[in-house]
């Protein structure tokens, strides 16, 4: 079974700009993965940000964006708030079974 | 707007089975997504269990797919999980979701695997 790669942690100031990234061990994540993106608050369920890469939801902030980025999936989060202090996790699609990076914890400090 | 609830026992015994049910209102389980579960133990990151269509085509996680049976009952609206031999390692957060263009979580349902 494939391995999905995230950041364990990273910190960004309040209004500066991060890239939060997803690799796999399989190759370069290309758009046949799927990359998804999510947020996870303490105590509460995810949040889907990023379908098919790129695509954001209606509730999705226009500070994020979804990316492929030197062959892994990319979450840049522009303008950071305090509000986005969460653990986001990516998924890649292979072929049918979906595997979730391990996450990473983002801290607005 | 999509709503999931999942419901279930919250407590299993070891070498029993996990069966959860997922029902999904404010739409039709008949759409185009696929309807994947997710679990997450105590502490630690999201696992992707399985998820299955409307017509039955399911998709498992090859960790897990010995144990796991994921079907849906397209008249009632639901979809459900079953994951036999539990052991302590399958305690965890359950989740049911919907994923794509329309994409829902449920608020998640605490699984413990204990005698």
């Known amino acids: 079974q494939a391995v999905v790669t995230q950041e364990p942690s990273l910190t960004v100031s309040p209004g500066g700009t991060v890239t939060l990234t997803c690799g796999s061990s399989?190759?370069?994540?290309?758009?046949?993965?799927?990359p998804y993106w999510f947020q996870q608050k303490p105590g509460q369920a995810p949040r889907t940000l990023i379908y098919d890469t790129n695509n954001k939801h209606s509730w999705t902030p226009a500070r994020f964006s979804g990316s492929l980025l030197g062959g892994k999936a990319a979450l840049t989060l522009s303008g950071a708030q305090p509000d986005d202090e969460a653990e986001y996790y990516c998924?890649?699609?292979?072929?049918?079974?979906?595997?979730f990076g391990g996450g990473t914890r983002l801290t607005v400090l | 707007q999509v709503q999931l609830q999942e419901s279930g026992p919250g407590l299993v015994k070891p070498s029993g089975t996990l069966s959860l049910t997922c029902a999904v209102s404010?739409?039709?389980?008949?759409?185009?997504?696929?309807w994947p579960w997710v679990r997450q133990p105590p502490g630690k990151g999201l696992e992707w269990i399985g998820e299955i269509y409307h017509d039955g085509r399911t998709n498992y996680n090859p960790s897990l797919k010995s144990r796991v049976t994921i079907s849906v009952d397209k008249s009632k609206n639901q979809f459900s999980l079953k994951l036999n031999s539990v052991t302590a390692a399958d305690t965890a957060i359950y989740y049911c979701?919907?994923?794509?263009?329309?994409?829902?979580w449920g608020q998640g349902t605490l699984v413990t695997v204990s005698s």
């Open positions: 404010g739409g039709s389980i008949s759409n185009s997504n696929w």
């Open positions: 399989t190759g370069a994540v290309t758009s046949g993965h799927y």
């Open positions: 979701a919907t994923l794509g263009a329309a994409s829902y």
């Open positions: 998924l890649l699609s292979y072929s049918g079974p979906g595997v």
